[in-house]
């Protein structure tokens, strides 16, 4: 069983920049696949980054654009979205999520975090 705990999330204007964290705990917390998902109103979720569970690889969804950058500590056992150049349209529920492998799907992740609201707005 793993837990995950968003925090970070909040107001911002377009341009700024915000760091997410998720904080992990369990047993085997640091031997899985750690990701972010987000959800807007009214849209579906979905993928935003994912990182491996030692670290070395990343994968990012098309619309990051670099903005956006995913880490992982495992010696916190916490993960962190790094968020720059916030748009608008970047606003919604961020979710950390844990799964066993690097995808893109939310269908492969098991355990889920109670999201965290990042709102851009000016």
């Known amino acids: 069983q793993v837990q995950l705990v968003e925090s970070g999330g909040g107001l911002v204007q377009p341009g700024d920049s915000l760091r997410l964290s998720c904080a992990a705990s369990?047993?085997?917390?640091?031997?899985?696949?750690m990701a972010w998902f987000r959800q807007a109103p009214g849209k579906e979720r979905e993928f935003v980054a994912a990182?491996?569970?030692?670290?070395?690889?990343?994968h990012y969804a098309n619309f990051v654009a670099d903005r956006f950058t995913i880490a992982r500590d495992n010696a916190d056992d916490t993960v962190y979205l790094q968020m720059n150049s916030l748009k608008p349209e970047d606003t919604a529920v961020y979710y950390c999520?844990?799964?066993?492998?690097?995808?893109?799907?939310?269908?492969?992740?098991?355990?889920w975090g109670q999201g965290t609201q990042v709102t851009v707005s000016s």
């Open positions: 999520a844990a799964s066993r492998s690097l995808s893109s799907s939310h269908h492969e992740y098991d355990y």
């Open positions: 369990g047993r085997t917390s640091r031997s899985y696949v």
């Open positions: 990182i491996s569970a030692g670290g070395l690889s990343t």
